[in-house]
């Protein structure tokens, strides 16, 4: 007896207008298709940037009543009043929108390494306007968090939605997110390059051929408006180059060293803050913005420097020539206020902080040895700069882009030599002591198995469902041996799952078990039964399917439809699960390398 499993044929529409099939087609079957799309993508992210930008800018000068070109962290003059309630008001706001839209957007708020990840470049528009607007209230009543994240998000949810309306494959869809992504790190910086590394080592996961030239196109439009719109210089170093020698190299890997283990505190102190912050749970956690905002503005009281990203601080003190006391007293008071506003609900990210926060920290190191080795120390300059690629590289775990970041925000390559070998040391100490940057600690802390931006969604897609056959061969569990042997014949049949009285899977019978017996009792198929207790529901993945075909040492297993009801759906076997796996595995490598 077989049976059939029933199966939906219907073909639903989708669910956005389609781009014609002409420019579909062109862009699907031609590489010069994909670059032009690029461009745009590029064009749009830069346009963005500026207007987020602008928005900031005048957010700041509203709220805190600051000029409009000043930066909000190196103004000096606000009143305590408004240093001190403006963030318990964006807390507020912030905590207001939280409950307006708890639940709505619910598995719509993946960013754009999570989207690459497992979702194959699907990155929702809805959810993504939603971050995007949190992130600009958060920066703009002053939180100390910067914008880069809410930039990222928004050019990402365009790119991936201009994407949709073009069909496009799976894996060109995941490099036209890195598309937007590398415009708006291009943008915000106006460091091209940069933008384009961040891409491929965040955001894409891979360096390949195929995608240089449409990642390239789109950071370089993108900074090309972007450097029309807004206002955009270079960053002051103080000092002069230090010259490269051993002794030169030898500091730079202690600055790596240093700037490692700070990168790890940071990311810690923000998964502290965010444990701290989730015992205020009564009001369903409405409170916890609002004192976070509350606790942000008294550390504001004692320095500036703490709210909103730090562009305007970090340059001040880059070339004030600060105490040793006045950079460590930054350095933890920027930790802990990033620490507070992103544990307690302010929405943005790290990027920028650790920009700041590795500057300091090379300067701290400057102006601490300088005393006792003035002659051996490296120059201010120097020490910064390569800091600030190597605690940059500790958190956003990008140290091709943090060197071409060092590089194109100063504009003096000898400035970035230390840069290349601090970053190297940062990016090799974290992977080893800690496994994550920051995005994937926050996958890890949520339950999320992500180790990065590399397409693992499809993996997921492999579950026990897609794998079956439908078409399996049936009979009961109190059927004779001798009729089932008549029944079923070895040439066609080779396995016979059970069901008992009640319909519910009760093991499986192998077709060369079943004929091996040679009886004259009127025994029940029952008696041959094997892996009574080992089935599989659908939603199992490929690693739980495997995990059972070790355990159990079957070569074939059941699928049942729920664990409390086990009537069974289908059959999955071993050889086939390999099979196709190996051939997803193949055709992904395909797509990653050749269009």
């Known amino acids: 007896m077989t049976y059939f499993a029933p199966v939906d044929t219907a073909k639903k529409p989708p669910a956005y207008y389609l781009l014609p099939a002409a420019l579909r087609n062109f862009v699907r079957h ?3 298709g994909v670059v032009s799309v690029g461009i745009v993508i590029g064009l749009l992210s830069g346009l963005l940037v500026a207007i987020i930008s602008k928005l900031s800018q005048a957010t700041h000068a509203l709220l805190f009543d600051i000029p409009s070109d000043a930066h909000l962290s190196a103004t000096g003059v606000i009143s305590w009043q408004r240093t001190l309630l403006i963030p318990v008001i964006g807390g507020l ?67 991936s939605h201009v994407g949709k309306r073009l069909a496009a494959r799976r894996s060109d869809m995941r490099l036209l997110v890195a598309c937007g992504a590398a415009g ?19 955001v894409l996961g891979a360096y390949t051929s195929a995608g240089l030239v449409p990642v390239i196109a789109s950071s370089v439009a993108s900074w090309l408006v972007a450097r029309q719109l807004t206002q955009q210089a270079f960053l002051m170093v103080p000092g002069f180059p230090s010259p490269v020698s051993v002794e ?12 490692a283990f700070a990168s790890i505190i940071l990311m ?6 965010e444990r701290c912050f989730a015992r205020l749970s009564f009001f369903g956690g409405f409170l916890r913005p609002i004192l976070g905002g509350a606790l942000l503005g008294a550390l ?18 880059l070339v004030s020539n600060p105490t040793w006391l006045l950079l460590t007293t930054t350095i933890v008071l920027k930790m802990l206020a990033s620490a507070i506003s992103l544990g307690s609900g302010f929405r943005g990210g790290l990027f920028f902080a650790s920009l700041m926060l590795g500057a300091l920290v090379g300067q701290l190191y400057s102006v601490v040895l300088s005393s006792p080795f003035p002659n051996l120390t490296l120059q201010p300059g ?3 700069i390569a800091a600030l690629a190597a605690l940059g590289t500790g958190v956003i775990g990008a140290p091709f882009s943090m060197i071409c970041l060092a590089l194109e925000i100063t504009g003096d390559f000898s400035v970035t030599v230390g840069a290349v070998v601090a970053s190297s040391v940062s990016a090799l100490l974290v992977r080893e002591l800690f496994g994550y940057s920051f995005a994937t600690w926050r996958f890890h802390l949520r339950g999320e198995v992500i180790r990065g931006p590399q397409d693992v969604g499809w993996i997921q897609q492999l579950s026990a469902t897609s794998l ?17 042997q008549k029944l079923f014949s070895p040439a066609q049949v080779r396995q016979i799952v059970l069901r008992s009285a009640s319909g519910a899977y009760s093991g499986l019978v192998s077709s060369a078990d079943l004929h091996s017996i040679a009886t004259q009792d009127d025994l029940p198929l029952s008696t041959l039964a094997q892996h009574r207790d080992e089935f599989l529901l659908p939603d199992a993945t490929i690693r739980e399917i495997m995990t059972a075909f070790e355990r159990s040492e079957a070569d074939v297993l059941a699928v049942v439809d729920r664990a409390d009801h086990a009537a069974a759906i289908g059959t999955v076997s071993e050889a086939h699960v390999l099979r196709t796996y190996g051939e997803e595995l193949e055709r992904r490598n395909q797509e990653l390398f050749f269009r």
Not at 186 to 199: C, E
Not at 268 to 273: G, I, R
Not at 475 to 482: E, H, K, R, V
């Open 268 to 273: 810690l102190a923000v998964a502290f803050s």
């Open 300 to 317: 504001a009281l004692l320095t500036p420097t703490v709210l909103g990203a730090g562009h305007g601080a970090m340059q001040i003190l």
């Open 93 to 159: 706001v912030l905590a207001a929108i939280g409950y307006l839209f708890a639940g709505k957007l619910k598995g719509q708020l993946a960013d754009a390494i999570e989207a690459n990840a497992l979702y194959g470049g699907r990155v929702s528009m809805r959810g993504s306007l939603l971050i995007s607007i949190q992130t600009l209230l958060s920066n703009g009543f002053g939180g100390s968090v910067g914008l880069e994240a809410g930039y990222t998000q928004i050019c990402a949810a365009f790119s």
């Open 382 to 384: 120097t020490a910064a």
């Open 248 to 259: 030169m190299i030898g500091q730079t890997v202690l600055i790596g060293v240093i700037c």
């Open 184 to 202: 708006a790190i291009s943008a915000a910086f106006s460091a091209p390059l940069a933008g384009a590394f961040f891409a491929f080592e965040v």
């Open 30 to 32: 031609r590489e010069t």
């Open 468 to 484: 079956m056959r439908s078409d399996f061969d049936s009979a009961p569990d109190t059927m004779p041996i001798l009729e089932a």
